[in-house]
């Protein structure tokens, strides 16, 4: 008993990283039809950015933290949209989707050759430590991981359904064109997402490489689940990724315990694929009305 | 102008031509120039089944290096040790098997997922890539596990085991233009025009009579089976194999591949197929730097040309028409001014 507490723990805090990548995929998505194959390597480079900044600007901590958040911000939010999403899309889905297959491969091997081959460490804001609750012992990190990342959803979701720019965020995401007409900077709303989606992977990046140490390979499994738990939770609602990040979570974790630890990276996708033969507008997904 | 018909036996032409040349392109070559264009062609064969899956029928699939894993896997365990069949009919049957296992693993694979929703079958078929690589990486009984599956034998043929490199290149190159040919007849075909109406308009198709779902299914499973041939090939080239170049990102690299050569285009997997495989043999010479190359370049490629390498031709081709209807117009402004 006490152990499993522990794995749903721990099974929430990898979700809860799951979640925030799979939000911000699900995000880009809604507004831009961009399926981001490198989803997980945006998670994995503002750690490596931090890292080099502080090895080669000798910055202090907090300043190289800035600086990446920046640079990041910058480099994938806004140039990620204006310099590969735009002059791409009206071409289709797929090539959009190879390009950022090929812009996974480009981060990966750039963190690899440019900063290190090597798992580095990444500092904490959490002190190392466990608290016993019922038994179970729970790390102080994964409980503060979950904690963040929660507040952080939270907040996301308060934005985008309760104010004026949020409002209008949703109305671009469900109609572009009506949008357009009700006088919504649509543009700008989706510029807006594809900076939300960067903040969350640099939010994810710093919450999960003190656990799992920096290295240029970590975006491979969070990418996947990420894109995994957008499917499951229904692929266009927040709400939906938030759900299906935290069941992938859970049943990574509890798989590798209880099913088999060999067969582990299969078995959320075993429940991805009964999910769409069962339910294949996702768990919290809505129908989408097909038009002709 | 070119309607389709002509385009299709351009690449008949280039395909024999190719192929004739190629018979003798390798002489003189070290084994490892042998080894990248024997490479290239069994590549060659699993992007043309990606191609016929992708960019004939519109079909999203993540999992043909999957394929190429069971083909080569197959292959492995019936002609090793002897064979089964013996020396020389082992490797025919191997090859028949790697075909027919994966086409009946398209079919059932494809029929629930095409029952629900196109684009499904992308999600459906990364689960199983992940399922088969963790089969062949932790089956050691089976597959040798991460340790890899040794001593695969080359196959025989008329009394000749072709252990020579530039003699397996040229059985390879045969195989190669025989599965070419029954690609391109099969394109030429009511069939393949049915799959292609399908890419271009579903309701359409469907209303002219186009049996949807069977048509999708056989399209996902005879490039499934393409992806099975090219691994009782690719099994004997390298003698050797294990679990990684049947990864997940394998299957992506092929996806790339086709789109990168130009999908929908006949002869776009060997060009896809040259840019993904042989390029960077090429670009080890950048020393560690290489795929970072290989991924800005498919990068630049693609915000060039979306339609891939074939898709320049076109461009340039295009081009050129526009101008030369220009001058067109131009020489006719001109004589219509002059009869004014």
């Known amino acids: 008993m006490d152990q499993f507490l522990q794995l749903v723990l721990a099974g929430l805090a990898t979700g809860s990283i799951y979640a925030l990548a799979a939000i911000g995929f699900t995000l880009v998505w809604q507004t831009s039809q961009t399926i981001n194959f490198a989803q997980g390597e945006f998670v994995m480079l503002p750690a490596i950015l931090v890292l080099a900044a502080v090895k080669f600007l000798h910055l202090p901590l907090p300043a190289a933290v800035l600086l990446a958040t920046g640079a990041f911000l910058l480099l994938f939010g806004f140039g990620f949209k204006r310099f590969l999403v735009d002059p791409m899309l009206r071409h289709g889905v797929l090539p959009l989707a190879i390009a950022t297959m090929a812009l996974s491969i480009l981060m990966k091997e750039g963190a690899k050759d440019g900063f290190s081959a090597e798992a580095q460490q990444f500092p904490s804001l959490v002190p190392d430590g466990a608290v016993t609750l019922l038994g179970a012992t729970l790390s102080l990190r994964d409980i503060a991981i979950f904690g963040v990342a929660v507040v952080a959803i939270v907040a996301l979701q308060l934005f985008v359904t309760r104010t004026r720019t949020g409002r209008m965020m949703q109305a671009t995401a469900q109609n572009p064109s009506v949008a357009t007409i009700l006088g919504i900077p649509t543009e700008r709303m989706i510029l807006l997402t594809f900076l939300i989606n960067a903040g969350l992977a640099v939010l994810a990046s710093f919450l999960i490489s003190p656990v799992y140490l920096a290295k240029f390979s970590n975006g491979e499994v969070i990418g996947t689940a990420a894109f995994i738990a957008a499917i499951v939770g229904g692929f266009n609602q927040v709400r939906g990724a938030l759900v299906g990040g935290f069941v992938v979570g859970l049943v990574d974790n509890l798989a590798a315990a209880y099913v088999s630890s060999a067969y582990r990276a299969a078995v959320p996708l075993v429940l991805l694929v009964l999910v769409i033969l069962f339910k294949p507008e996702g768990l919290l997904g809505r129908k989408e009305e097909r038009t002709v | ?340």
């Open chain 2, 1 to 340: 102008m070119t309607s389709p018909l002509s385009r299709l036996d351009l690449n008949l032409v280039t395909l024999i031509l190719g192929a004739a040349i190629l018979w003798f392109v390798p002489v003189g070559m070290k084994s490892y120039g042998i080894y990248v264009i024997s490479f290239w062609l069994v590549m060659s064969i699993a992007a043309m089944g990606l191609n016929l899956t992708l960019g004939y029928a519109g079909l999203k699939s993540l999992a043909q290096a999957a394929f190429l894993g069971i083909g080569a896997y197959a292959t492995a365990l019936i002609t090793a040790k002897g064979g089964v069949l013996g020396p020389v009919w082992s490797w025919p049957l191997a090859f028949v098997v790697s075909g027919a296992l994966t086409f009946a693993a398209g079919v059932v694979l494809g029929f629930p997922a095409l029952r629900v929703k196109f684009h499904y079958l992308a999600f459906v078929t990364l689960a199983f890539a992940t399922v088969m690589f963790l089969i062949f990486r932790n089956e050691q009984w089976l597959t040798g596990g991460v340790y890899g599956f040794p001593n695969i034998p080359r196959p025989t043929l008329f009394g000749v085991k072709l252990n020579n490199d530039l003699a397996f290149f040229r059985f390879l190159l045969m195989v190669t233009l025989v599965l070419s040919l029954a690609m391109w007849w099969l394109l030429r075909s009511p069939w393949g025009r049915a799959f292609m109406a399908l890419r271009e308009n579903p309701l359409r198709a469907a209303s002219l009579g186009v049996n949807l779902r069977t048509y999708t299914l056989l399209a996902f499973a005879i490039g499934a089976g393409y992806g099975g041939f090219a691994g009782a090939l690719y099994a004997p080239m390298v003698e050797f194999i294990d679990p990684a170049p049947f990864a997940i990102s394998a299957s992506f690299v092929l996806l790339l591949t086709v789109v990168v050569g130009g999908q929908g285009y006949f002869l776009g997997p060997f060009l896809g197929a040259a840019f993904s495989y042989v390029l960077p043999e090429v670009l080890r010479v950048t020393g560690g730097y290489y795929l970072l190359v290989y991924a800005a370049l498919v990068l630049a490629l693609l915000l060039v040309s979306p339609q891939g390498l074939i898709g320049i031709v076109e461009q340039i081709r295009e081009l050129r028409r526009q101008k030369t209807a220009q001058a067109m117009r131009d020489a006719s402004k001109v004589m219509l001014e002059a009869g004014r």
